[in-house]
C-alpha cells in the first residue's frame, strides 16, 4: 500500500519500511558501518559514507516523511541540531521572527549562537496576528512557530500564520515536538518544514537523543540535506533503529498520553492549593478553538503554578513525588516533571521568562501511560505536604 493511503496507525508501522533486501529481516536491520564498498568508483548501492546517508537512517527518515505528510525526512544528533540546520539556510542580515514563549534552547542557539553570525531574531507572540505582520520586513526570511509551546501550552493558528508567511514570501518552520504527528500536521496546515526533538515524543522511551526535519519541496529539501551533510550533526544507525522501534507504538502511546493529560488536567484544576492550570484541552484556554481545529487531541502536557506563587513551594511538590520522576525532558511513556525557571527554560533572562508567564512556582508536567489513577494519587499526596 502506497504509503499516502495509509492511516496513522498503520503509517508508524509501515511507511518507508520494508524487509531488508538482503537478509529477508523483517525489523530493518542496524547498519554499523561508516562506509559502503564501490565496485568502480562511484559504483555503489546508493550509500557511500554514513554522514550522507546511512540505510538505518534512511528507513527512519521515510518513515518520518510519511507520518508528517511530507516527501523528505532528515534526522539529526538531536533536535538542536536539527534548528541549527534550519537556521544554516539564513545569511547573515536575514531576519527570524520567532515565538517569545518557546523552548530555552531554541532561544539560546537564535540569542547566543546565531545573532552572533549576524541573523536577527525577532520575540512575538504569536497568538496575535497584528503582532507577527508589524514585525515583518524586507529582510524576514523564516517564522518560527512553536505549538503548542513549552512550557505555557499556548496555541499558535498554524494556518494562519502561514497565510502571512505565504504572503511575504517568507518560510513558516513549525517545532511539532509537543504535538507529534498523531495530534497535528503542520505541513498540511501550509507550513514549509517541520521540526521534531525525537528525544521526546517519537522516541517514546527517553533512551535517545535525536531530532529530525521533514519537508515536501524537492528543492528545499536538496538544501537541508547540503547542510546536513556539510555541517555533519547526523546520528547513528543504533539510536535510528531505536527512535525507528519507539515510533511503532506512537499512535497508542499518545493516546493514553492524551487520556492521562485529560484526567490529570481536571485534578489538579480544581485542587485548592493550585493556582493556573496551563492545558489547551479546557475550554477557557485563551486558544482552546484553535486546538480543536488544528489538533486531534490535546496531548499529556501540562503546565501549573501554585497558590501564592512561592518558589519554595513548587521545590516541595516536585522532590515530594514518587512516581513523577523530577527531570529534564517529556514525551516518555513515565512521567516526568520539572521546574522551567531553573531547569529547561533558565537561559531566558527571568524578565523575558516572566513575561510570558514562567513564574517561579511553575511545575511543567509530562504525564506518561502509567495507570492514571497512581499519578493522581502522587500528585494528591505531593501536594498535600506543600
Ligand atoms: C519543544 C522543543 N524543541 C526542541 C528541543 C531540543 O531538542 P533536543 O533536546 O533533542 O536537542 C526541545 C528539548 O527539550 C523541546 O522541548
Same mark, same amino acid.
Request: glycine share 8%; proline share 25%; net charge negative.
Given at each position: 500500500m502506497a504509503n499516502d493511503k495509509m492511516r496513522f496507525g498503520t503509517k508508524v508501522i509501515h511507511a518507508g519500511l520494508s524487509p531488508? *533486501?538482503? $537478509?529477508?529481516?523483517v525489523m530493518t536491520p542496524i547498519y554499523q558501518t561508516s562506509t559502503y564498498h564501490q565496485k568502480t568508483p562511484g559504483e555503489h548501492k546508493g550509500f557511500q559514507y554514513s554522514r550522507t546517508s546511512n540505510p538505518t537512517r534512511k528507513a527512519l527518515e521515510d518513515n518520518l516523511a510519511a507520518l508528517e505528510n511530507g516527501k523528505f525526512g532528515l534526522c539529526f544528533g538531536s533536535g538542536l541540531a536539527a534548528i541549527d540546520a534550519v537556521i544554516k539556510l539564513l545569511q547573515a542580515g536575514d531576519e527570524v521572527i520567532s515565538t517569545n514563549d518557546l523552548y530555552g534552547g531554541s532561544y539560546r542557539i537564535f540569542t547566543k549562537i546565531f545573532a552572533r553570525f549576524g541573523i536577527k531574531f525577532k520575540f512575538v507572540p504569536m497568538n496575535s496576528i497584528t503582532a507577527i505582520e508589524a514585525a515583518i520586513s524586507p529582510n524576514t526570511k523564516l517564522i518560527w512557530v512553536e505549538t *503548542? $509551546?513549552?512550557? +505555557? +501550552?499556548n496555541i499558535i493558528d498554524i494556518a494562519a500564520v502561514s497565510a502571512v508567511a505565504k504572503t511575504n514570501n517568507v518560510l513558516l518552520a513549525v517545532d511539532n515536538t509537543f504535538a507529534t504527528p498523531y495530534l497535528q500536521t503542520p505541513l498540511d496546515l501550509g507550513a514549509d518544514i517541520v521540526m521534531h526533538s525525537i528525544t521526546k515524543y517519537l522516541g517514546g522511551h527517553s533512551d535517545v537523543v535525536m531530532g529530525g526535519l521533514i519537508c515536501k519541496d524537492e528543492a528545499l529539501a536538496k538544501r537541508l540535506y547540503f547542510i546536513q551533510n556539510s555541517s555533519g550533526a547526523v546520528c547513528g544507525p543504533q539510536d535510528s533503529f531505536l527512535v525507528l522501534r519507539g515510533i511503532k507504538t506512537l499512535h497508542l502511546r499518545m493516546q493514553r498520553h492524551c487520556e492521562n493529560g485529560r484526567v490529570i488536567a481536571h485534578f489538579l484544576k480544581t485542587h485548592p492549593k493550585v493556582d493556573q492550570v496551563y492545558w489547551p484541552g479546557f475550554e477557557d484556554h485563551a486558544n482552546h478553538n484553535i486546538a480543536k481545529k488544528q489538533m486531534s487531541d490535546f496531548g499529556g502536557m501540562i503546565s501549573f503554578t501554585m497558590k501564592g506563587n512561592r518558589k519554595e513551594d513548587a521545590f516541595k511538590v516536585m522532590s515530594s513525588f514518587t512516581l513523577f520522576t523530577l527531570a529534564e525532558s517529556l514525551g516518555g511513556v513515565e512521567s516526568l516533571v520539572c521546574h522551567p525557571a531553573s531547569m529547561t527554560h533558565a537561559s531566558i533572562p527571568k524578565e523575558e521568562r516572566e513575561k510570558s508567564g514562567i513564574l517561579e512556582s511553575l511545575i511543567r508536567l509530562s504525564v506518561g501511560v502509567e495507570d492514571v489513577l497512581d499519578l493522581q494519587e502522587d500528585l494528591e499526596a505531593a501536594l498535600e505536604l506543600a
Open positions: 531488508d *533486501p538482503s $537478509t529477508g529481516a *503548542p $509551546t513549552n512550557p +505555557m +501550552m
